[in-house]
T-cell receptor, first 111, second 112 residues
Framework: GEDVEQSLFLSVREGDSSVINCTYTDSSSTYLYWYKQEPGAGLQLLTYIFSNMDMKQDQRLTVLLNKKDKHLSLRIADTQTGDSAIYFCAERADSWGKLQFGAGTQVVVTP | NAGVTQTPKFRILKIGQSMTLQCAQDMNHNYMYWYRQDPGMGLKLIYYSVGAGITDKGEVPNGYNVSRSTTEDFPLRLELAAPSQTSVYFC???????????FGEGSRLTVL
């Protein structure tokens, strides 16, 4: 099974907040990431958090990390139609930069 | 800025054929990776390289080969294509410190 788990789908109304959740298994992960994939494109890094942090805010994005529960979340404030995409959670588990990805959460923003 | 460039973008192969997916990056990154993406399965690491002349297997290397003769290029070779290799392939590179990966646009391969 996946070492990184995410729900597969989220529907949200434009202007509301979106929260995407992720659980991971490797307690030695140093960095955790959120990537965004738009249709027909590669993945782009949205934000990342170092494992000694609990929270990181970057404009409309807020990342929360609960190391005890191995839980990572991404909150998108004031969700826009341009936020419709697949969002991947990933953990970095070694020094070679290899990432373990979740299956991705498809976010659909409705007017 | 080119970033990570993959070719071809689309390809249809017959079972048993071989081909090479090309990947080039112009950011002077030491680390390069090949992932495959299957629907609902996330990305799985096929092979990676930490520098010219050094490659290693990832999670799903069977049926693939790579080489890294230069810092810029990291081609992925498929020998004896099988339907199970139908997927979208992504090449990525990284400087290695924060682990941020820069992805190409992907190569969609269908094996019939």
């Amino acid at each position: 099974g996946e070492d990184v788990e995410q729900s597969l789908f989220l529907s949200v109304r434009e202007g509301d907040s979106s929260v995407i959740n992720c659980t991971y298994t490797d307690s030695s992960s140093t960095y955790l990431y959120w990537y965004k994939q738009e249709p027909g494109a590669g993945l782009q890094l949205l934000t990342y958090i170092f494992s000694n942090m609990d929270m990181k805010q970057d404009q409309r994005l807020t990342v929360l990390l609960n190391k005890k529960d191995k839980h990572l979340s991404l909150r998108i404030a004031d969700t826009q139609t341009g936020d419709s995409a697949i969002y991947f959670c990933a953990e970095r588990a070694d020094s070679w930069g290899k990432l373990q990805f979740g299956a991705g959460t498809q976010v659909v923003v409705t007017p | 800025n080119a970033g990570v460039t993959q070719t071809p973008k689309f390809r249809i192969l017959k079972i048993g054929q071989s081909m090479t997916l090309q990947c080039a990056q112009d950011m002077n990154h030491n680390y390069m990776y090949w992932y495959r993406q299957d629907p609902g399965m996330g990305l799985k690491l096929i092979y990676y390289s930490v520098g010219a002349g050094i490659t290693d297997k990832g999670e799903v290397p069977n049926g693939y080969n790579v080489s890294r003769s230069t810092t810029e290029d990291f081609p992925l070779r498929l020998e004896l294509a099988a339907p199970s290799q139908t997927s979208v392939y992504f090449c990525a590179s990284s400087q290695g410190n924060t682990g941020e990966l820069f992805f190409g646009e992907g190569s969609r391969l269908t094996v019939l």
